[in-house]
């Protein structure tokens, strides 16, 4: 009978939990099938559906960046099918998002792909983890489909992959004008604090020699791994005593925050080098202001870009997510635009081949509103090569750096 | 010097919040003898209900404390209820599951309610002291302090009270302190109202120095294992010492060996202590 009973509360336990899974997918599900059914409603019948596939993660700690990243595909792709779909070869079409969730690990995304492709025959698959697109490029050739892999390592479009498409620009562009600023203002001490990611490390190891060879010293390197402490100011003092002139951070944008944050409570009066995947507006959130942050050189953030399409898109996002969009959003959106610029240009929607061709001409062909960022072009190795967007922080205010 | 003596008031820091948790888990242990795997969960829980008591509410950060050591009790009172007390006559591997269940539960249930994103805790306390080149920040002082007051509070209860001795005889021997008349029921409903009031004041207390996300409890609860089984398994002093222990090994490591192999040094430690005293320091004869 008590057996029964704890057999009872176990199953009990596994139905809420399943339950609560349930919940999700079919939350996702409908805002995503949700475009197009609108298109069915109206001309059924000759109205196609492109699926697009997204596998990144939508649970666990990284959650909040893949709902980003999904954000900006979803907003593109509700955009397009509002405006009554797109035209290829004489047929109109809708897109419509297909999106799993990978735990941000690798193996699931190979396996969500492999499912997107049987199920929903995509021909664009997005991931947001360089560890993603390495397990998809290990099939994608042969199984046809383009990954949008919005990462910045340079390694994804290194491997001469010929479907892989890079949207973010890669991250040793920012090398050289993060090294000059900072040097130029606080001087050649170094001490090197970024996330314990893989990403951190690689970033850390490709900052290293180069600012060595600028004649710098790295006074102090390690990292923090964000997972497991609960406070930085063991590992904060310990950097500060070698007397740097300035710190290199990064990670995700709130955590990164707290150690300059922390860093300036033991009195570090230098400057930071803040890598691409924190974001200066986020951080200004958990800081209370950029005054915390003078002094910091890192990525430009959306909202303070002048490109001229970026009012009207912020409009829109904080319309729709109610939250600022960053660059995680801006450019899977632009992606997004680009892909089906692509098709149209190709005149196909599922010759991948023929799409990636395309390309080029589907960056020309973007619309205004599209342009977030300035992409002039894509590169040989499936990398679009946009304008570094770069800004300090200044007397609490974003300043925007001309990178030569 | 300076160094020495900042790294020993991080150290103090860090172990102040990991005793505290480690109480909380020390607690039920030695009473309900169950590994309560989900007590990281609690104390994310503890963390989500005092910052939405102050951004939603607009409520004080002590009166928000107190709302989240009440809600988390119940919540901790519930999960006996539910679940572990109807397991009670199960084979101990059923406690195990389901505490991995509820801990999965809780997670998910934060993200849907809060959503996935890191959450930053304001806290009246945010200026910065300097003393003789040390850097104290007013919210690490009360860490320091009110995990002091916290335990010399849980003393008096457990040792000057009626029903605190209740909890004691119980922690003894189950069956001896039902057959003088002790409610185990009840006891074991209060331990999980103490435990569970102790995770939310540890994560209500050291969420300002860092951020409030589904996954926080992780941060901690592993530590806390590490903790009660280094201090022996139900031993409260054992938990306290523990606690610090791992505290100023982790800031004294960190920052004279390496920050690299602090874990291990950790670990190392527990080896060691295991080794002169395999029922770990403070562990009782009985069990």
Same mark, same amino acid.
């Given at each position: 009978?008590?057996?029964?009973?704890?057999?009872?509360?176990?199953?009990?336990?596994?139905?809420?939990i399943?339950?609560?899974?349930?919940?999700?997918s079919?939350?996702?599900k409908?805002?995503?099938t949700?475009?197009?059914?609108n298109?069915?409603?109206?001309?059924?019948?000759?109205?196609g559906?492109?699926?697009?596939?997204?596998t990144?993660?939508l649970?666990g700690?990284?959650?909040f960046?893949?709902?980003?990243?999904?954000n900006?595909?979803?907003?593109?792709?509700?955009?397009?099918?509002?405006?009554?779909?797109?035209?290829v070869?004489?047929?109109?079409?809708?897109?419509?998002i297909?999106?799993?969730?990978?735990?941000y690990l690798?193996?699931?995304?190979?396996?969500?792909?492999?499912?997107?492709m049987?199920?929903?025959?995509?021909?664009?698959?997005?991931?947001?983890?360089?560890?993603g697109?390495?397990?998809?490029?290990?099939?994608?050739?042969?199984?046809?489909f383009?990954?949008g892999?919005?990462?910045?390592?340079?390694?994804?479009s290194d491997?001469?992959?010929k479907?892989?498409?890079r949207?973010?620009?890669?991250y040793?562009?920012?090398?050289?004008?993060?090294?000059?600023?900072?040097?130029?203002?606080?001087?050649?001490?170094?001490a090197?604090?970024?996330?314990?990611?893989?990403?951190?490390?690689?970033?850390?190891?490709?900052?290293?020699?180069?600012?060595?060879?600028?004649?710098?010293?790295?006074?102090?390197n390690?990292s923090?791994?964000?997972?497991?402490?609960?406070?930085?100011?063991?590992?904060?003092?310990?950097?500060l005593k070698?007397?740097?002139?300035?710190?290199?951070?990064?990670?995700?944008?709130?955590?990164?925050?707290?150690?300059?944050?922390?860093?300036r409570?033991?009195?570090?009066?230098?400057?930071?080098?803040?890598?691409d995947?924190?974001?200066?507006?986020?951080?200004?959130?958990?800081?209370?202001g950029?005054?915390?942050?003078?002094?910091?050189?890192g990525?430009?953030?959306?909202v303070?870009?002048?490109?001229?399409?970026?009012?009207?898109?912020?409009?829109?996002?904080?319309a729709?997510?109610?939250?600022d969009?960053?660059?995680?959003?801006?450019l899977?959106?632009?992606g997004?635009?680009?892909?089906v610029?692509?098709?149209?240009?190709?005149?196909s929607?599922?010759?991948?081949?023929?799409i990636?061709?395309?390309?080029?001409k589907?960056?020309?062909?973007?619309?205004?509103?599209?342009?977030?960022?300035?992409?002039?072009?894509?590169?040989?190795?499936?990398?679009?090569?946009?304008?570094?967007?770069v800004a300090?922080?200044?007397?609490?205010k974003?300043?925007?750096?001309q990178?030569? | 010097?300076?160094?020495?003596i900042?790294?020993?008031?991080?150290g103090?820091?860090?172990?102040?919040?990991?005793?505290?948790?480690?109480?909380g888990l020390?607690?039920?242990?030695?009473?309900?003898?169950?590994p309560?795997?989900?007590?990281g969960?609690?104390y994310?829980m503890?963390?989500?209900?005092t910052?939405?008591?102050?951004?939603?509410?607009?409520?004080?950060?002590?009166?928000?404390?107190?709302?989240?050591i009440?809600?988390?009790?119940?919540?901790?009172v519930?999960?006996?209820?539910?679940?572990?007390?109807?397991?009670r006559?199960?084979?101990?591997?059923?406690?195990?599951?389901?505490?991995?269940?509820?801990?999965?539960?809780?997670e998910?249930?934060?993200?849907?309610i809060?959503?996935?994103?890191?959450?930053?805790?304001?806290?009246?306390?945010?200026?910065v002291v300097q003393? =003789?080149?040390?850097t #104290?920040?007013?919210?690490?002082?009360? %860490?320091?302090? !009110?995990?002091?007051v916290?335990m +010399? &509070?849980?003393?008096?209860?457990?040792k000057?009270?009626?029903?605190?001795?209740t909890?004691?005889?119980?922690?003894?021997?189950?069956e001896g302190a039902?057959?003088?008349?002790?409610?185990?029921?009840?006891?074991?409903?209060l331990?999980?109202?103490i435990?569970g009031?102790?995770a939310?004041?540890?994560?209500?207390?050291?969420a300002?120095?860092?951020?409030?996300?589904?996954?926080?409890?992780?941060?901690?609860?592993l530590?806390? =294992?590490?903790?009660? #089984?280094?201090?022996?398994?139900?031993? %409260?002093?054992g !938990?306290?010492v523990g606690?610090? +222990? &791992?505290?100023?090994s982790?800031s004294?490591?960190a920052?004279?060996i390496s920050?690299?192999?602090k874990?291990?040094?950790?670990?190392?430690?527990l080896v060691?202590?295991?080794t002169?005293?395999?029922?770990?320091?403070?562990?009782?004869?009985g069990?």
């Open positions: 009978m008590k057996r029964m009973k704890s057999l009872f509360i176990m199953c009990f336990i596994f139905v809420m399943f339950s609560l899974a349930a919940c999700n079919t939350s996702d409908t805002a995503s949700k475009p197009a059914s298109g069915g409603g109206s001309k059924s019948g000759d109205v559906t492109v699926n697009i596939g997204y990144g993660p649970s700690p990284a959650a960046y893949g709902k980003r990243t999904l900006g595909i979803s907003m593109a792709a509700d955009e397009i099918n509002s405006a009554g779909g797109f035209e070869g004489g047929k109109k079409y809708k897109l419509n297909v999106s799993l969730d990978d735990k690798p193996n699931e995304a190979g396996a969500n792909a492999k499912r997107l049987q199920e929903n025959k995509t021909p664009i698959i997005f991931t947001p983890h360089s560890g697109v390495f397990a998809l490029q290990v099939f994608n050739q042969q199984d046809k383009i990954i892999a919005y990462t910045s390592e340079p390694k994804v491997v001469g992959n479907l892989t498409v949207i973010p620009p890669r040793d562009g920012y090398l050289k004008p993060f090294t000059d600023y900072a040097m130029d203002k606080f001087g050649k001490k170094i090197f604090l970024p996330t314990a990611s893989q990403y951190g490390k690689d970033w850390s190891a490709k900052l290293k020699p180069y600012w060595e060879k600028q004649g710098g010293k790295v006074v102090y390690s923090i791994d964000f997972a497991k402490e609960t406070d930085f100011f063991t590992i904060v003092t310990n950097a070698e007397k740097p002139d300035v710190l290199f951070i990064g990670g995700a944008s709130e955590p990164t925050a707290k150690v300059a944050k922390q860093a409570e033991l009195g570090f009066k230098g400057g930071f080098i803040i890598m995947q924190a974001k200066l507006d986020e951080m200004k959130k958990i800081t209370g950029y005054d915390a942050l003078n002094g910091a050189i990525v430009m953030p959306l303070d870009s002048d490109e001229a399409a970026v009012p009207e898109y912020v409009k829109n996002y904080k729709k997510y109610n939250e969009p960053g660059s995680e959003a801006g899977n959106y632009i997004m635009y680009a892909f610029e692509a098709m149209k240009a190709a005149g929607v599922d010759d991948v081949e023929k990636r061709a395309n390309m080029q589907g960056l020309d062909n973007l619309p205004d509103k599209a342009k977030v960022y300035n992409i002039p072009k894509i590169g040989e190795d499936g990398g679009f090569e946009s304008k570094l967007v300090a922080v200044e007397n609490g974003i300043v925007p750096i990178v030569k | 010097m300076e160094i020495l900042q790294q020993l008031f991080n103090l820091t860090i172990g102040s919040v990991y005793a505290l948790v480690a109480l020390t607690l039920v242990y030695g009473i309900l003898h169950i309560n795997f989900a007590h969960a609690l994310m503890g963390g989500y209900v910052l939405t008591m102050m951004t939603k509410f607009g409520l004080h950060y002590w009166i928000a404390i107190f709302v989240s009440i809600v988390v009790g119940l919540i901790g519930l999960m006996e209820r539910l679940v572990f007390h109807p397991l006559e199960a084979p101990p591997i059923h406690d195990k599951i389901a505490a991995i269940g509820i801990l999965l539960f809780l998910a249930f934060a993200q849907k809060w959503g996935a994103d890191y959450q930053s805790m304001p806290t009246p306390y945010e200026s003393i =003789f080149g040390l #104290i920040t007013m919210q690490r002082l009360l %860490i320091v302090i !009110a995990a002091i916290v +010399i &509070l849980l003393y008096l209860f457990l000057k009270t009626y029903t605190g001795a909890i004691i005889a119980m922690s003894q021997n189950r039902n057959l003088v008349g002790v409610n185990t029921n009840k006891v074991a409903m331990t999980f109202m435990s009031g102790l939310a004041i540890a994560s209500s207390l050291s300002p120095i860092n951020l409030v996300f589904p996954g926080m409890g992780q941060l901690v609860i530590k806390a =294992f590490v903790i009660i #089984i280094l201090g022996g398994m139900g031993s %409260i002093p !938990a306290i606690g610090y +222990i &791992l505290g100023f982790e004294l490591g920052t004279y920050n690299d192999y874990d291990i040094i950790a670990f190392v430690l060691i202590i295991l002169v005293k395999p029922t770990g320091l403070f562990s009782k004869g069990h």
